[in-house]
């Protein structure tokens, strides 16, 4: 793309917005993606996401915000599903298949329940960072901010229970409430990209830019940079994709994210050496 043509993107304030609240929500979920994918918690984005949604219809069906309902069903099914791991040795995988349908469940039922057709709930399904209002980058920027500070306050006790809980636990770091609180992050991260890419597709940009960076990766650093770099890479790139031929942003840079992984995965030097990532 030439100079002329992204300055006349960039006279937009709605592409302005919307270039800032890309860079920040790719950041934040493949930066927080490392430690999903590198621990398994991919589940618990996908169940997360869906709960998220119907915290989003409530808030529009009975008239309050509908992202602080978001972060309540975000933050509710992760400490639900802690809990049950922690104290009733269910397997993560089995409460979130229950909380997966039944908050998709409540979500048409919230929906169902609507007087009015209402469109503005659809953007949180499918995601449209185009209409990002100032409003809206001012609560991504202070939750973006909040969640990179505790990566980064946190970074090394991450990275331990992300390889070895029991034996993060053994050494004295108290694994069980990092544990609680990289899923608050998670749910958090889920919840800053609703309006952005939609329930429906968060969860590639929480995976897929960690997945595409482990691939070159050979240790825990190199793959966070990695997975930022292609976190706003492709967060980028969709989002002027979406604008120039008029496509969904949400599903552009999710197709995006899908190309990049898939040649990370063709290029891989892993594919080679079979070199995991480590610490």
């Not at 929480?206 to 050979?218: C, H, N, R």
């Amino acid at each position: 793309m030439n100079q002329a043509k992204m300055s006349e993107i960039l006279s937009y304030g709605f592409m302005q917005r919307a270039f800032i609240a890309s860079a920040l929500i790719g950041v934040v979920c493949s930066l927080v993606g490392v430690f999903v994918v590198l621990k398994g918690l991919t589940f618990i984005g996908a169940g997360t996401a869906h709960a998220a949604f119907a915290g989003v219809a409530l808030g529009f069906l009975i008239g309050v915000s509908p992202f602080a309902m978001a972060v309540l069903f975000g933050l509710a099914t992760v400490w639900i599903t802690g809990f049950l791991k922690q104290k009733a040795r269910m397997k993560p995988d089995i409460s979130l298949g229950i909380f997966y349908t039944l908050t998709m469940a409540l979500a048409i039922l919230f929906l169902g329940l609507m007087p009015a057709y209402n469109p503005e709930v659809l953007g949180y399904l499918f995601g449209s960072i185009l209409s990002v209002t100032a409003a809206d980058l001012k609560i991504i920027l202070i939750l973006s901010i909040s969640i990179l500070a505790a990566l980064i306050l946190f970074f090394k006790e991450f990275h331990f229970i992300s390889f070895d809980q029991d034996m993060a636990e053994a050494s004295g770091i108290p694994a069980k409430i990092l544990y609680f609180l990289l899923l608050n992050l998670i749910s958090l991260s889920i919840v800053v990209s609703l309006k952005a890419v939609g329930s429906m597709l968060v969860l590639a940009l929480l995976v897929i830019p960690a997945a595409s960076a482990e691939q070159w990766a050979t240790h825990i650093r190199s793959m966070m940079w990695g997975s930022a770099a292609i976190g706003v890479f492709s967060s980028w790139g969709g989002m002027i994709l979406s604008y120039r031929f008029d496509l969904p942003s949400g599903a552009t840079i999710v197709l995006l994210l899908t190309a990049v992984f898939s040649l990370s995965v063709l290029f891989s030097p892993k594919r080679r050496i079979k070199k995991p990532v480590t610490g």
